[in-house]
């Protein structure tokens, strides 16, 4: 038996023991990910992405093509956190914070640079959204002493790290790193409809958790933990101040890692399947091109 051969042969058996050696290592996760999405690192964005519909990522990541139209929610988003991010940065090198004027000129320039058609939901125009703007700004204006004082550590901080195993690095942008007398605290600014429940924190958790993994470097420096903050502003009419905490656990940050992993090998496998739903159709700049689809691309 061949077997038998190569155990009286020394020479055959060395031969063999060394295929496996002289095979090239793997690629890098950095490598693989800049060739197949033109990046070097895994977003939370891109993740998400790919959680609510494996075809939009592969049309927005893979094949890049551009969107048709950007929503509303997602510019009127980014314009608060513009000018909220401008008191933050007046505060970190000692500035007066800005006035309402001030905090409406950085939304209104923010609005505007946003190049791509914008689709309004019902009842929206630029105009309400504005005037939205400027009550939620003064409600977070008029509430912000409240909330948690400390040292600021840094204002939209972009931190890099290979925290998920054979996964690429994970690239994070928090909107606020405060250094209380007990914690490093992250701090996310959102907007949403209506007031955040339990469930909509254990949606959000994931992101954050990975973010504190980022920032376990830091809060190290300090010999001090990491905690999580949401500060969310509502678009009632009466717009309110909501802040929500979260202490890391270690075995969600476990499950999230892993979740990651995963989210990677099908990524890297092709997967490209429709989730089709009302909410994740209904705003899709990509919904035209998958109603086309056949299951063949």
């Known amino acids: 038996m061949i077997s038998e051969v190569i155990d009286q042969n020394p020479t055959a058996r060395n031969a063999l023991r060394n295929v496996g050696s002289n095979r090239p290592p793997p690629p890098a996760p950095n490598d693989v990910a800049e060739k197949l999405i033109a990046r070097n690192y895994l977003s939370w964005s891109s993740v998400s992405t790919f959680l609510r519909c494996p075809k939009r990522f592969k049309l927005q990541y893979i094949d890049r093509v551009e969107p048709g139209f950007v929503s509303s929610n997602l510019v009127f988003g980014s314009a608060i956190h513009a000018a909220i991010e401008s008191i933050y940065r007046a505060l970190f090198v000692g500035a007066t914070p800005p006035d309402h004027n001030e905090l409406m000129s950085t939304y209104d320039a923010a609005w505007k640079q946003e190049q791509k058609p914008i689709r309004f939901g019902r009842n929206e125009t630029a105009e309400t959204l504005r005037d939205l703007a400027g009550r939620m700004l003064d409600a ?21 790290g290979a925290i998920v195993q054979d996964a690429p690095d994970i690239l994070g942008r928090i909107d606020l790193i405060v250094r209380t007398h007990d914690a490093i ?27 504190s993994e980022l920032v376990k470097p830091i809060a190290g420096s300090y010999g001090l933990p990491v905690e999580i903050s949401w500060v969310v502003l509502t678009k009632h009419k009466q717009p309110r101040i909501e802040v929500h905490h979260l202490t890391p656990n270690p075995d969600r940050v476990v499950s999230t890692k892993a979740m990651v992993a995963e989210v990677w090998r099908a990524i890297q496998q092709r997967f490209q399947y429709p989730i089709a739903s009302t909410m994740n159709c209904s705003t899709c700049p990509y919904r035209n091109l998958c109603s086309a689809w056949e299951g063949t691309t």
């Open 185 to 211: 605290r992250i701090v996310d600014f959102k907007t949403s409809k209506s007031s955040w429940s339990a469930s909509k924190i254990e949606e959000a958790a994931p992101q954050m958790l990975l973010y």
């Open 140 to 160: 977070y204006g008029a509430h912000r002493e409240t909330l948690p004082d400390g040292e600021l550590v840094g204002v939209e901080e972009e931190l890099r």
